[in-house]
T-cell receptor
């Protein structure tokens, strides 16, 4: 059973470009979480999605950031018009469906560098 | 609102010595508590977790942690440090069902030969 997959692992963008980060959850998992780790800091929650639904986006910046988790395909975190402050490691985690609390399994992360 | 405090952003121990990484949390409901380890340029790996039941939790690589409700703590220990334990360690809390994890700022563990 493959783990959580993220691609690309490293992404370099110039200021003003768009960044698209992809996350494929573990097989059978329908919950996806995105976290951001700024240099020398811990992980901060961004958004929680289930298939075709955003459940909690209270950690998302108000502008330029969006996320989706379509019925088919990976979850996408999109950052428009990137700025240097967006440089960070972005981690995706997934968990299985169900009402109870479940462990979140983390992907290897995408390290975004904005020049 | 939940929060996690890790005392000491850097901890240095000698190989073979006791490892103690501190974590205190605040939560309005019984929390689920986690310790993750992150090696350089890698993702997070779960070391151990507390959900319900026994308050002393054993994890991988010889680590264990004890949930102390009265002290709102979940400190991570290992009796004898190994060089391969050098990494960053994060404590996290999940407060409600299917919700986000709130992480501490992390503790960088250095193991000296």
């Amino acid at each position: 059973n493959a783990g959580v997959m993220q691609n690309p692992r490293h992404l370099v963008r110039r200021r003003g470009q768009e960044a698209r980060l992809r996350c494929s959850p573990m097989k059978g998992h329908s919950h996806v979480y995105w976290y951001r780790q700024l240099p020398e800091e811990g992980l901060k929650f961004m958004v929680y999605l289930q298939k075709e639904n955003i459940i909690d986006e209270s950690g998302m910046p108000k502008e330029r950031f969006s996320a989706e988790f379509p019925k088919e395909g990976p979850s996408i975190l999109r950052i428009q018009q990137v700025v240097r402050g967006d440089s960070a490691a972005y981690f995706c985690a997934s968990s299985p469906p169900g009402q109870g609390r479940s462990e979140q399994f983390f992907g290897p992360g995408t390290r975004l560098t904005v020049l | 609102a939940q929060s996690v405090t890790q005392l000491g952003s850097h901890v240095s121990v000698s190989e073979g010595a006791l490892v103690l990484l501190r974590c205190n949390y605040s939560s309005s409901v019984p929390p689920y508590l986690f310790w993750y380890v992150q090696y350089p340029n890698q993702g997070l790996q779960l070391l151990l977790k507390y959900t319900t039941g026994a308050t002393l939790v054993k994890g991988i690589n010889g680590f264990e942690a004890e949930f102390k409700k009265s002290e709102t703590s979940f400190h991570l220990t290992k009796p004898s440090a190994h060089m391969s334990d050098a990494a960053e360690y994060f404590c996290a809390v999940e407060e409600t069902s299917g919700s986000r994890l709130t992480f501490g700022e992390g503790t960088q563990l250095t193991v000296n030969p």
